[in-house]
């Protein structure tokens, strides 16, 4: 049963685009969000978060959007530059339950084209 | 200076060994994590530690046991290796447990089983 979900496992960008990643999750306990980006070889490092509470986060380039009703998000990336280019996977957590247990998505593979 | 770091990086390895795998972080974080990644790139959760207590436990074999010495420490050691153990393993951090806080992610140990 997997809770949360990137149902596009790849996206290609042109450099200076817009970059929309999508995350789905079925758990109505979670009310907090995450965005890891993760390089080749390397682990994930946060990103941007999210909580119930808002329904759109900002930090410089990337916007997190939340829809709690369609219990789906979104990382906006804009503009996309050659860097951008990784892994990324959502998380949702819930902060009153699970132990602090994320639970992640598996992953969307950006790529953004110079 | 690094946040958090696993050795080895690469493990290859038998099956029926048994292995370790070391983790440390240097943020004075409370809360330590072990997470698998499989060949689908989904991220799971094995363990959870704060404070050196076991708090999360996801239905993992007891072929694997975590083992938390102090804080900044969490290795995880794997008795009996099969072929299915093969992976990349993630150490990560985080200030509490609380569901809000990030997690910050070690480089990952790709273990090969042969």
């Known amino acids: 049963d997997q809770q949360v979900k990137q149902n596009s496992p790849s996206l290609s960008v042109q450099e200076g685009r817009i970059s929309i990643l999508n995350c789905d999750y079925t758990n109505s306990m979670f009310d907090y969000f995450l965005w890891y980006k993760k390089y080749p070889a390397e682990g994930p490092t946060f990103l941007i978060s999210?909580?119930?509470?808002?329904d759109k986060n900002e930090d410089g380039r990337f916007t997190v959007f939340l829809n709690k009703s369609a219990k789906h998000l979104s990382l906006h990336i804009v503009p996309s530059q050659p860097g951008d280019s990784a892994v990324y996977f959502c998380a949702a957590s819930g902060r009153s339950t699970n132990a602090g247990k994320s639970t992640f998505g598996d992953g969307t593979t950006l790529t953004v084209k110079p | 200076d690094t946040a958090v770091s696993q050795t080895p990086k690469y493990l290859v390895t038998q099956m029926g060994n048994d292995k370790s795998i070391k983790c440390e972080q240097n943020l004075g974080h409370d809360t330590m994590y072990w997470y698998k990644q499989d060949s689908k790139k989904f991220l799971k959760i094995m363990f959870s530690y704060n404070n050196k207590e076991l708090i999360i436990n996801e239905t993992v074999p007891n072929r694997f046991s975590p083992k938390s010495p102090d804080k900044a420490h969490l290795n995880l050691h794997i008795n009996s290796l099969e072929l299915g153990d093969s992976a990349v393993y993630f150490c990560?951090?985080?200030?509490?447990?609380?569901?809000?806080?990030?997690?910050?992610f070690g480089p990952g140990t790709r273990l090969t089983v042969t």
């Open positions: 999210i909580s119930s509470i808002k």
């Open positions: 990560a951090s985080s200030q509490g447990l609380a569901g809000d806080y990030e997690q910050y």
